[in-house]
T-cell receptor, first 114, second 112 residues
């Protein structure tokens, strides 16, 4: 069964304390992996897309990496404004009805304290 | 560009009542989606559309209906609301089937 698991569920960091969020997946063929940021009461905001193992993308203090079984979102020297829930979603090769199945993880709630 | 917009932002229904959620996008995207988000779970696909005039069932379609009469709009209907449909509903759109999905701000629905 296709599955996407994010860990930890919640993470508390001090400002400047770097860390990583994990997204592990078991799916029937990976076509892409997406990272989103979601602020409370808002919709998910797109961050990155990764397509193949070894690929990396960076944006400000965030860096996403991809292996054959998992992806990491590295946060370097985080600031309080980085506090949010981070979602990953895996696009599978399962194709039906004109649609490739996209499976979301439950998210990691990140809180960065001054 | 407003991107993806949703109305209303909040709604409270009594069991058995009906309602329609409206999603609009101004990016000329072919694909549109309706998801629900519940605590501790990933976003789950309710229905989707691969173009104007088309709709298809997603992972959790029971109790919902959809229509896409115009390319820019995707409506989600609840014919007889149940407490289990209390959730936050998100609409999304994408250019093509494998492309990035862009989300609206969500509608928080409570069914009493």
């Amino acid at each position: 069964e296709d599955q996407v698991t994010q860990s930890p569920e919640a993470l508390r960091l001090q400002e400047g304390e770097s860390s990583s969020l994990n997204c592990s997946y078991t799916v029937s063929g990976l076509r892409g992996l997406f990272w989103y940021r979601q602020d409370p009461g808002k919709g998910p905001e797109f961050l990155f897309t990764l397509y193949s193992a070894g690929e990396e993308k960076e944006k400000e203090r965030l860096k996403a990496t991809l292996t054959k079984k998992e992806s990491f979102l590295h946060i370097t020297a985080p600031k309080p404004e980085d506090s949010a829930t981070y979602l990953c979603a895996v696009l599978t090769s399962m194709f039906s009805g004109g649609y490739n199945k996209l499976i979301f993880g439950a998210g990691t709630r990140l809180a960065v304290h001054p | 560009n407003a991107g993806v917009t949703q109305t209303p932002k909040f709604r409270v229904l009594k069991t058995g009542q009906s309602m329609t959620l409206l999603c609009a996008q101004d990016m000329n995207h072919e694909y549109m989606y309706w998801y629900r988000q519940d605590p501790g779970m990933g976003l789950r696909l309710i229905h989707y559309s691969v173009g104007e005039g088309t709709t298809a069932k997603g992972e959790v379609p029971d109790g919902y209906n959809v229509s896409r009469l115009k390319k820019q709009n995707f409506l989600l209907g609840l014919e007889s609301a149940a407490p289990s449909q209390t959730s936050v509903y998100f609409c999304a759109s994408s250019r093509d089937r494998g492309d990035t999905q862009y989300f609206g701000p969500g509608t928080r629905l409570t069914v009493l």
